[in-house]
């Protein structure tokens, strides 16, 4: 698997989309301010996989496939959401009982918290990319669950590659985070510029999931 060809793939895709199709980045712009829904929508497409990048049309139905798109991800958070709200409530009773050992003993439970909530998230994602893709390639949310066809898929793209994929996407974000952390530093014009990346990142992620499930020969 050529991760770097994936990656200056999934480039291309989004800053084709984008650059100098400004009418094309103002109606994503619009579709991340109406609270990201029918962005969801239209990375449903990308994942589809359209290419060239299509257009922004059919709001309805961006609108549609964007609160599929949510629903699907909150039922993946639960296990996260279930632990969060006990570590946050288990702390929040120490701190109201005053005592001092309680707290501590709070504390060190919010940390084994946190590492809990990153091992869920970790192999959460595992099932997730590719269950996001099943769904948007065959418009059934129970789909993005059938967990049997989705570790098939992994299978017939190797553990290994697939890992290792996931890794670098997680690099890129991370990059693409600093990149984000400093131009929030700007006041006001950051936050514009950062509003404008929004549309292009989800097009760049949408892309390389795309080819990363592709690449099973699915």
């Not at 997680?170 to 014009?189: N, S, T």
């Amino acid at each position: 698997m050529d991760y770097g060809s994936m990656v200056g793939e999934s480039f291309e895709y989004a800053k084709e989309a984008v650059v100098g199709k400004w009418n094309k980045w103002l109606m994503l712009i619009i579709a991340t301010i109406l609270l990201g829904l029918p962005l969801a929508g239209y990375a449903m497409k990308v994942l589809r996989g359209e290419k060239p990048a299509p257009e922004v049309d059919d709001w309805g139905t961006l609108f549609i496939d964007g609160i599929k798109y949510v629903i699907v991800a909150l039922i993946y958070a639960i296990p996260i959401i279930i632990v969060w709200v006990l570590v946050l409530g288990a702390s929040a009773a120490a701190i109201m009982s005053g005592d001092s050992s309680a707290m501590m003993a709070a504390f060190g439970a919010m940390a084994i918290g946190l590492v809990v909530m990153l091992i869920l998230g970790i192999i959460i994602a595992i099932f997730e990319i590719i269950g996001i893709v099943r769904f948007a390639r065959t418009g059934s949310i129970g789909e993005a669950f059938n967990f049997g066809a989705i570790l098939a898929t992994i299978a017939k793209i190797g553990w290994v590659p697939y890992i290792i994929a996931i890794v670098v996407l997680v690099v890129v974000a991370i990059i693409f985070g600093i990149i984000v952390g400093i131009l929030m530093m700007i006041p006001v014009l950051g936050f514009l510029i950062y509003l404008c990346l929004i549309s292009p990142w989800a097009l760049f992620l949408s892309r390389y999931v795309c080819q990363l499930y592709d690449s099973a020969g699915a």
